[in-house]
């Protein structure tokens, strides 16, 4: 093994492949209606079958769930609803022991208000916690700025015991951590050596580069409040603050590292990621789960040129110290099929191979959020009380309570953005409430899995599933898949996306026809590899994917 291909340093986590667990949607083991780990644990098999190198798991943590965990009470202990420390460590052990990597959500931008760091933080304005958080008096003009909620609504929380105000980016449960205390950081450090200490293997970063604020909190410019993410990403500390972890935690540690960089811009993204600068290792960058949102944020159509430009861009802004992601879903968009392929009966199969080709063949990290291999679609909503995400709820209350929306739009937009899609029970029998529970499931199961679950994927040679497993297996047969150079062939052509992966010793060819037509292009050849079509004929039929070496 030589140490760079084509000029890339060679890592474990460049050639890796992760897949995403949502833990209170992906198995109940004991009837409650809630995923657990005792659930992922006895589907470990399932996973090691999909041939994934390392598990990205969503908080797991002590949290009164304002937002699924995201709200996080108690760094060092597990959610009662998803077991204990020791199963945590039993699925750590068993993930090894099929050389399956774990790594965990960090999330500590912002804790719960029912932390007990908040607890004191809140009791008295000499509380030695005070400074753990970003307090405001109250002088009398409202909020101390015009900051917004990522979530809705003002980002400042009147606080009855000292009459003071806290800040709060995301929900009024998620009060944002004073990341200019050092004692902050040093209880950041602390807990992630006490997992690192566990044998986890690395950390995704939760909104990472909203953990520097800008001095003296200036207000946003009416320019800025349609997309705060970018001036909440671009405090003058993050860089610091990322060396001083690096340093201080992650270093004696083998570990992977990729932060969330919500409102972290294609220029910045080198800063965050370039090897020689010791941040992070990996960013989800937003670009193309964007490709569908206005300047407000609302859902707009998006068109096949734009999306491909995104790759290219990128690829050209990152030399060969920085290193991509390639993601098309998380717990936080809707389903890849019915977002980027077809969801219709008659392509939902082949369009969701053709994706499958895609992340799997970008250049980059490729991270598969949980369902997607089994082609899981966005869940019919037709009524908000179907609805479980507070940012939903927020919504509502601001655009159909005020008046400015009618019910009818508003629910018919959720259909394209709800995080809800993803967050629907896995699929995994035909059985009643898809396998995933034996009680009630704490959010519907999408009544679609009868014919789309996990039963029937893996008894099926041809289904959904073996394809993704088939393409990760070709990743780690062709190095030009990894680590080769990227060119679109195709990119103004409104149908096709073809590309080459290119290394000293290969060529691969990638032809992706996004649309349920049959196109011709003029496109080298060579041998045929693999696609989600059994036979070659010269034209691309309907969402058909190939893979050619040259
Ligand atoms: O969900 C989003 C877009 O689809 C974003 O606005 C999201 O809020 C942003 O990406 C930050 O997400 C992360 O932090 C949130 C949490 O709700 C998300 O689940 C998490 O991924 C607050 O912790
Ligand atoms: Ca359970």
New binding site residues.
């Given amino acids: 093994m030589t140490d760079t291909l084509n000029g890339y340093t060679r890592r474990w986590w460049k050639e890796a492949v992760v897949y995403q667990i949502y833990p209170r949607s992906f198995r109940d083991s004991n009837g409650d209606g809630i995923g657990d780990l005792r659930g992922i644990l006895a589907q470990v098999p399932y996973i090691k079958g999909l041939g994934v190198d390392v598990v990205w798991l969503s908080p797991h943590f002590d949290s009164p769930n304002a ?2 965990g ?2 996080i009470r108690d760094y060092r202990k597990v959610m009662a609803e998803f077991g204990t420390m020791s199963d945590f460590d039993d699925l750590l052990g068993a993930l090894h022991a099929e050389g399956i990597r774990l790594i965990i959500d960090l ?1 500590v ?2 804790s719960s208000d029912e932390h007990v760091w908040f607890a004191e933080s809140r009791k008295s304005r000499d509380n030695p916690y005070r400074d753990y958080y970003i307090w405001r008096p109250d002088t009398g003009n409202g909020s101390p700025n015009n900051f917004t909620s ?2 809705t609504g003002s980002a400042w929380q009147k606080d009855a015991a000292t009459g003071d105000y806290y800040l709060h980016l ?1 929900a009024v449960k ?1 009060p944002d951590l004073n990341w200019d205390n050092p004692a902050v950081r040093h209880e950041v450090h602390d807990l992630m050596r006490f997992w690192l200490d566990k044998g986890v293997d690395g950390f995704r970063m ?2 990472i580069p909203f953990i520097s604020k800008r001095p003296g909190l200036p207000d946003l410019t009416e320019a800025q409040r349609a997309k705060p ?1 970018f001036v909440y990403s671009d405090g003058p500390k993050v860089h610091d603050y990322l060396q001083e972890m690096r340093r201080e935690a992650l270093k004696p540690y083998d570990t992977m590292t990729v932060g ?1 960089a ?1 409102g972290v811009t294609l220029d910045q993204t080198p800063l965050f990621v370039d090897d020689r600068r010791g941040e992070l290792d990996m960013i989800f960058q ?1 670009d193309v ?1 964007e490709i569908d949102r206005d300047a407000n944020g609302r859902w707009t159509p998006w068109r096949l040129a734009d999306f491909k430009a995104i790759f290219s861009r990128h690829d050209a802004a990152l030399d060969a110290h920085c290193w991509p992601t390639v993601f098309f879903s ?4 809707p389903r890849i099929v019915s977002r980027y392929g077809d969801d219709r009966p008659q392509w939902r199969e082949r369009s969701a191979k053709l994706m499958a080709t895609l992340l799997l063949t970008l250049k980059g990290t490729p991270f598969i959020y949980q369902g997607d291999e089994l082609g899981m679609t966005n869940y019919p909503f037709t009524d908000i009380a179907q609805f479980d995400d507070l ?1 939903v709820k927020g919504q509502w209350r601001e655009q159909v309570d005020s008046g400015q929306v009618s019910a009818a739009d508003f629910i018919q937009s959720q259909m394209k ?1 709800s ?1 809800d899609h993803a967050r629907t029970p896995m699929q995994w029998t035909a059985e009643p409430n898809g396998g995933f529970t034996t009680g009630k499931p704490w959010l519907m199961v999408n009544p679609n899995t009868d014919e789309i679950n996990a039963a029937r994927a893996v008894a099926d040679p041809s289904s959904i599933y073996h394809y993704y497993a088939a393409l990760i297996a070709l990743r780690r047969k062709h190095p030009a898949l990894v680590y080769g150079s990227y060119q679109d062939l195709l990119p103004d052509h409104a149908q096709v996306f073809a590309y080459t992966r290119t290394t000293d010793d290969e060529t691969m060819l990638i032809a992706l026809n996004f649309s349920d037509e049959d196109v011709t292009v003029d496109l080298p050849r060579g041998t045929w590899i693999t696609g989600n079509y059994s036979d070659e004929v010269p034209a691309l039929r309907g969402w058909e994917a190939r893979v050619y070496k040259l």
Avoid at 330 to 333: G, I, L, R, T, Y
């Fill in positions: 937002d699924n995201y709200d999330v931008n912002h990522i979530f995301f998620q939760d909104v993410q969330e919500f937003f789960v998380n717990h936080d968009n940012w953005i995080r």
